[in-house]
Nanobody, 124 residues
């Protein structure tokens, strides 16, 4: 399966964006999907994860603001981001893998298929 993230852009603090993770070569409904973000010079941070049985997980830093969901007929996973903060600025990527799983709210494993990321910039 190949993934492509999109939907990033420039938004003011307090604004919203919806990121999409579209898949080809496989049905996303059967996979666990993780969203990650990375700021240059920093490590990759787990953001949100949705398992194949629809259980969702969120890092503490985004709980109550971000929502992960699937649209199976479009083979796409979304990350709805509300009440955005400057510290949410990063490159966001989605990932999956045959053995991928969400171990906890901020620990996602088995992600060996990565899509190209999309830049999110939160600034006034």
């Amino acid at each position: 399966v190949q993934l492509q993230a999109s939907g990033g852009g420039l938004v003011q603090p307090g604004g919203s964006l919806r990121l999409s993770c579209a898949a080809t070569g496989g049905a996303l409904v059967a996979y666990t999907i993780g969203w990650f973000r990375q700021v240059p010079g920093s490590g990759r941070e787990a953001v949100s994860c949705i398992s194949s049985n629809e259980k969702t997980h969120y890092a503490d830093s985004v709980k109550g603001r971000f929502t992960i969901s699937r649209e199976n007929d479009k083979n796409t996973v979304y990350l709805q981001m509300n009440s955005l903060r400057r510290e949410d600025s990063a490159v966001y990527s989605c990932a999956t893998g045959y053995y991928a799983y969400c171990a906890s709210d901020d620990e996602y494993y088995g992600m060996d298929h990565w899509g190209k990321g999309t830049q999110v910039t939160v600034s006034s």
